[in-house]
């Protein structure tokens, strides 16, 4: 008897231990979740190297090279760099001329911000390719999947379902701005 009532003592220790696992676990996602979606670009974010010697500093608009991608973080007000994986933005100056118009809405003159996350599987992409169908064109190394800036980072080639979110982007003071959200999904769907 005394070893049935050890059995039921271990088995509630077992489901109190369980339930407070889960009240923690519950609360600690709420407030990742939070910290999160509180560290998304925002409109009035300005643009800033994400590596390099140039770490944090404000990207160039006037000293960007044509099909010379950039990867970049927001950067916010307050000075705050975002951090997050959802928050890699990849610049590029597309040459004059080739940025299809129903873009330019979105585009900073000809500098084109897309997302840095593949749509296919979540890898970066932030390499212009220089050969083939990826010729002047973003190339995710992971998987193949191959972005057109002139396109507002179209699908092109590739298993990725979709094309990379467009960030709409202006520029002040030689800087750039963000003036709107992603135009689509980051990521994975």
Known sequence: MANDHGNVDRHRRMLLGAGVGGCVGAALGTRVETVAAASTVKPGDVLVHSGGDDQGEAVDAKALIPLEPVLTRPRSSAGKVRQGKNNLITVVRVPAGELDPRFADVAAGDVVAVSAVCTH?????????????????????????????????????????????????????????????????????
């Open 121 to 189: 599987q979540g890898c970066l992409v932030s390499d212009v390719g220089h050969f083939g169908t990826a010729e002047g064109k973003l190339a995710c190394s992971c998987h193949g999947s191959v972005f057109d800036p002139r396109v507002g980072g179209k699908n092109v080639e590739g298993p990725a379902p979709r094309g990379l979110p467009a960030l709409p982007i202006d520029q002040k003071d030689g800087q750039l701005v963000v003036t709107g959200e992603f135009t689509g999904k980051v990521g994975p769907s």
